[in-house]
């Protein structure tokens, strides 16, 4: 180090002393400089060579020529050395905040001290400081933090503290008893830690008390402790997902100041304690997500204030509460999963202040009030799951303010209302399994300006009449379901104006005459069921445009003709197709995915020949016939059967030598994809049992040295079963060789023997891969910033095995699945059913690499028998982001925003459903990432939000289908 800096670092370490004058001053600062790794240029000014000119330094601010105060927030300045700040004492306010600081630090000796904040940095061990060094200091904000270790004891010498927020970081033990004592306290945060115990009584001494906050990802023991109800002054009470039991207590209701009261996501049961009636100022209240009962207190009509009222997943019980409907400031109700009975207040709406009413899932009854939006305000309706009746109120269909209507699985009759599927601001509608009845409608508009709808279900109606042309105005379609109805008429072309469209469902209908050929514009399609309507004609060869298709079912129509062999060739996406029960004749696609298919997939076209087909194609026109005579054929038929004799044998010694290694003789090759320094003797030098560094189904891998003293990885391959995929292996790993992308490790060479692949040599990666950093010994450190930015943002993550795998493990059998136990919790249902992989396996296996980031869990172990972690998380969450806190990671610092852990929760769900077709592509997950990482800010707000969310329309058995719709939005 320069002289001249040590001399300044010394001067600065001597305390107030040395800093009695602007020069001393200047000095602790320079000192304090020289623990940055990387300042921004804001901080040039700070350096040696003008000490005097320390007041016009950047975020420097002094008064009477003494520095007393500095704020360097969110200039991303990093470092890691042990920041020991002290001597100014002068200072008054100090904040470091928003900043990539990390190590430990500690901060003593400044008496005028008031304002310290070094939040949103990554500190880490604890903070045991010299608090009676501080006496001044009112304001200490240490949110969102790597701190661990107990929560320091010495807080209670901060005798002039008023706002105290210690949460978002990994402090544990227990709350002291002696934070009871900080009798000026007006805001305390606790919350977003890892703590445990009880909460101390004690803290109901704190009546000065105005803002508390100790939910989120701390786990208390026992519930809300009665003395919480003498702090009359708290304005604010956060007890959210804490692991709280027992009732609420009525001495909650003493708290006459409270505007916000969350308890949700807790253990609590018991009623709805009458005494919150005396809360008239509150404005927020969320008890939703525990197991309370009983009906909804009477008492509760006095909270005229309220705005949201969420009380939903709980076991309540009784009718709807009249007032209710009179509750003037009323904006937020959700009631969803209970068991609510009778009908809905006639007067619920009228106030015309409610945006979001969500009563799904109850018993309710009766008919849908018909004021629900008197003055385009209401933005939210769902009611799904219920047993409502009679006709959809038409006042809904010019309700402008909708965004998102789910009135499905009830028992709705009539026709829809006209406008309701072209209101302006729709992007959600949802009206399946119900028994309305009539067309469809047009839309009435003049200007047929393009909607905004996004996900329209109608599935499961009783729908007469044709599809209107002016679907064509819905361009913004991404899901399209008219299936199960009584639908005729042809199709109309303007199909094809749905060019955004994903999912279209237009089976079991009465739909004539051909598929139109304008449907090959929906280039977008992934699914695509035109099944058991009356279509007749050819089936276009311009549907081979949609190449990202996975689904098509075309089957129990009047189709005929042959199957278009651009279809075969193009569809490359495609894992499921059924042809059945049509009209259809000539040979089957013998290439391309259709060519996987089984004869099932087929059945039902007597017309129909060829290897997937049960039908000889001796009995099709135009099939080849054999010229030779019965004679030949008697000649040749044995000396065939010799040679396949003999070439079995061949093949069986051939495959038993290169399984037990090929080292007897048999020649290895090398085939390189990048200059390499090294040859064949050199892989083989590598593949030693002292240096293996993993095993797994697929192979051996063994990590070696270069001639140039450089790094690699050789991967030796097991080959299970038959060869029947050799081909296919090494058309993929000339792929893969030929592949130049940063997030791919990069395939050196392949090593044959016998002409077959038998060790894949890689680019060594000398840091720990995911699995280790999420489950070794360092998990806690492996926060959730680090873990969305490898989702979200530009983290540089690699990936091996880029393709090959799959095709290790096509031997069928128990070999096969004991080979592919490394990877068990991985692999999506189809495999176990079909043996089958695709590009939605992968979309699979990526969903539970995103589970694990979120619960820091293994994909399999510790949830039970025949438990993994999907079905885990489906059954602690019921497929609800709501749920999500019940699955976090409790190592983490709380994250950024509940939001990106919802909406990656949310994605990961969509990626693991069972179905692959309902999987969203690798392309559309990337843009869904893309998007909530574009959406949500990267320094979070001090607390979390009231839960406004919704539930899945799925099936009460928890099957999770397509749970998050707007997600494709």
């Known amino acids: 180090m320069d002289p001249r800096l040590l001399l300044l670092t010394l001067l600065a370490l001597l305390g107030s002393c040395a800093c009695a004058s602007i020069h001393g001053d200047a000095l ?132 002039s503290i008023r706002y105290l927020d210690l949460g978002g970081n990994y402090f544990n033990g227990s709350i002291p008893a002696c934070y009871g004592s900080l009798a000026g306290l007006k805001y305390l945060s606790l919350d977003g830690n890892d703590l445990r115990g009880r909460i101390p009584s ?46 609420i207590p009525h001495q909650i209701g003493y708290l006459i100041n409270l505007d916000t009261l969350f308890l949700h996501t807790n253990r609590l049961s018991g009623p709805v304690p009458p005494s919150l009636g005396n809360l008239t100022r509150l404005v927020f209240l969320d008890l939703s997500n525990n197991e309370l009962t009983g009906e909804l207190p009477q008492q509760l009509a006095a909270l005229t204030e309220l705005s949201l009222l969420n009380l939903f997943m709980n076991r309540l019980h009784g009718p709807l509460p009249a007032f209710l409907a009179v509750l003037p400031n009323l904006d937020t109700l959700q009631l969803f999963v209970n068991n609510f009975t009778g009908g809905v207040p006639e007067k619920l709406g009228g106030s015309g202040h409610i945006r979001v009413l969500d009563l799904s899932s109850n018993e309710l009854t009766g008919t849908i009030p018909a004021n629900l939006c008197p003055s385009n305000g209401l933005q939210v ?12 109120p038409e006042s809904l269909g010019m309700c402008l303010s909708l965004t998102r209507v789910r009135l499905g699985q009830n028992s709705l009759n009539g026709s829809i209302p006209s406008g309701f599927l072209y209101l302006p601001q729709i992007n959600l509608l949802e009206l399946q399994d119900n028994r309305l009845s009539g067309p469809m409608p047009e839309n009435s508009n003049t200007s047929r300006r393009p909607t905004q709808l996004v996900h329209l279900n109608l599935s499961n109606n009783s729908l007469t009449g044709l599809l209107p042309s002016s679907i064509r105005s819905l361009s913004s379609i991404q899901t399209f379901l008219l299936g199960r109805n009584q639908l005729t008429g042809l199709i109309p072309s303007a199909i094809g104006s749905l060019s955004h469209a994903i999912k279209l469902d237009l089976s079991c209908n009465g739909l004539l005459g051909s598929i139109p050929p304008e449907i090959g514009n929906c280039t977008r399609l992934t699914y695509l069921d035109l099944s058991q309507n009356n279509l007749s004609g050819p089936i276009p060869p311009e549907i081979a445009g949609i190449g990202v298709l996975n689904y098509l079912n075309l089957s129990r129509n009047q189709l005929n003709g042959s199957i278009p062999r651009s279809v075969a060739a193009a569809m490359r996406s495609l894992t499921a ?12 696609p013998d290439s391309g995915e259709l060519a996987y298919l089984n004869a099932t997939s087929f059945s039902g076209n007597p017309k129909l020949c060829g290897p997937g087909s049960n039908n000889s194609c001796d009995y099709v026109a135009g099939a080849p016939r054999s010229g030779r005579s019965h004679g030949d054929f008697e000649l040749a038929l044995p000396l065939a059967l010799l040679l396949s004799c003999f070439a079995l044998a061949l093949a069986a010694a051939v495959r038993d030598r ?99 692949t038998n060790a894949l040599v890689y680019g060594y990666m000398s840091n720990c891969s995911l699995g280790e950093l999420l489950h070794g010994g360092g998990g806690e450190r492996f926060g959730w ?23 290790l493990f096509h031997g069928g059998g128990s070999e096969c699945m004991s080979a592919t136990a490394g990877s068990h919790g991985y692999i999506g249902p189809e495999y176990a059913c079909a043996l089958k992989v695709d590009e939605k396996s992968d979309v699979y296996s990526f969903g539970v690499v995103l589970l694990e980031l979120i619960t820091g869990r293994r994909p399999v172990g510790g949830f ?36 990106e852990v919802t909406h990656v929760f949310s994605v990961a769900m969509l990626c693991v459903q069972e179905n692959g077709v309902e999987r969203p592509t690798m392309r559309e997950v990337v843009q869904m990432l893309s998007e909530g990482e574009q959406r949500t800010n990267l320094h979070p707000p001090h607390h979390h939000p009231p839960l406004v969310g919704e539930q899945s329309s799925g099936d009460r058995e928890n099957k999770c289908l397509k749970p998050f719709p707007d997600l494709l939005a």
Not at 383 to 392: D, Q, Y
């Open 381 to 392: 309706l769902i009611l799904f799951r219920n047993f409502f009746f009679g006709p959809i």
């Open 202 to 247: 004690e803290l109901g001494n704190l009546t000065s008390l105005q803002r508390l906050y100790l939910g989120y990802y701390n786990v208390f023991d026992g519930g809300i402790p009665v003395e919480l109800g003498k702090l009359i002054h708290l304005a604010h009470l956060d007890l959210s997902s804490c692991g709280l039991g027992g009732r």
């Open 658 to 756: 290169s399984q037990r290694g090929g080292s007897d003789g048999a020649t290895w090759r090398l085939a390189a994809f990048h200059q390499v320094d090294f040859g064949v003797s050199d892989v083989l030098e590598c593949m030693k049992e002292g240096n293996v560094v993993g095993r797994g189904g697929a192979g051996v891998l063994y990590r070696g040295r270069t001639r140039a003293n450089g790094d690699i990885a050789v991967k030796r391959l097991v080959r299970l079963g038959s060869n029947g995929h050799d081909r296919r292996l090494d058309a993929e790993i000339q792929t893969l060789g030929s592949i130049r992308h940063r997030n791919i490790v990069p395939l050196l060479a392949v090593c044959y023997i016998t002409g077959k």
């Open 785 to 807: 910033r680090r873990r969305y930015r490898i989702v979200a943002a530009n983290i540089e993550g690699h990936v091996a095995d880029l393709g090959p795998a799959k095709f």
């Open 577 to 588: 197709a059924d042809f059945s029960f049509n009209d259809l004749s000539g040979w089957l």
């Open 28 to 159: 602790a600062l320079a000192s304090l400089r020289e623990g940055f790794l990387s300042p921004t240029s804001q901080l040039v000014s700070w350096n040696t060579s003008n000490l005097l000119s320390v007041c016009s330094w950047f975020g420097v601010r002094c008064e009477h020529d003494r520095v007393v105060g500095i704020d360097i927030s969110n200039l991303n300045i990093s470092g890691s050395v042990a920041m020991d700040i002290s001597g100014l004492d002068s200072l008054v306010n100090l904040s470091l905040a928003g900043n990539q600081l990390h190590g430990e630090i500690r901060v003593s000796n400044l008496p005028s001290l008031r304002y310290l904040n070094i939040s949103s940095n990554q500190f880490h061990g604890g903070l045991d400081w010299n608090y009676s060094s501080l006496p001044s200091l009112q304001v200490f904000d240490a949110y969102d933090n790597n701190f661990t270790a107990s929560l320091p004891l010495g807080v209670p010498d901060l005798r």
């Open 864 to 899: 039970g028998d025949g438990v993994d972690i999907v079905q885990w998380v489906k059954r602690a969450t019921s497929c609800s982001g709501d749920n999500v806190g019940r699955i976090v990671d409790l190592r983490f610092c709380r994250m950024p925003t509940m939001g």
